[in-house]
């Protein structure tokens, strides 16, 4: 039901913008997360938006200040901006949505995409 794009191959200090968008249900009425998870590691939070309007974003400490999450309501998608990307930024990463809960943690969400690979690499 999610659906996501942009990953790609970049090298460190570059850019990447990832798309999450769903068929069949409306994303702004969603609470949407990013995650992502590295070979032999855990799935773990990068960035979620609120559902609401103006509502509250959230960051893992890890990207503060270079990845940017946002809603694009009139495509029906969340994108989430990867600026200033490191080696350790790769990862597969997942959009993931539900209706009441916002957090970082990748148990809380109900509907999962397949994953985007990106890998930051010279």
């Known amino acids: 039901q999610l659906v996501e794009s942009g990953g790609g191959l970049v090298r460190p200090g570059g850019s990447l913008r990832l798309s999450c968008t769903a068929a069949?249900?409306?994303?702004?009425?969603?609470?949407i997360g990013w995650f992502r998870q590295a070979p032999g590691k855990e799935r773990e939070g990068v960035s979620c938006i609120s559902s609401l309007t103006g509502g509250p974003t959230y960051y893992a400490d890890s990207v503060k200040g270079r990845f940017t999450i946002g809603r694009d309501n009139a495509n029906n998608s969340v994108y989430l901006q990867m600026d200033s990307l490191k080696p350790e930024d790769t990862a597969v990463y997942y959009c993931a949505a539900d209706p009441l809960r916002l957090s970082l943690s990748p148990s809380r969400y109900t509907f999962w995409g397949q994953g985007t690979q990106v890998t930051v690499s010279s």
């Open positions: 069949g249900f409306r994303l702004d009425s969603n609470n």
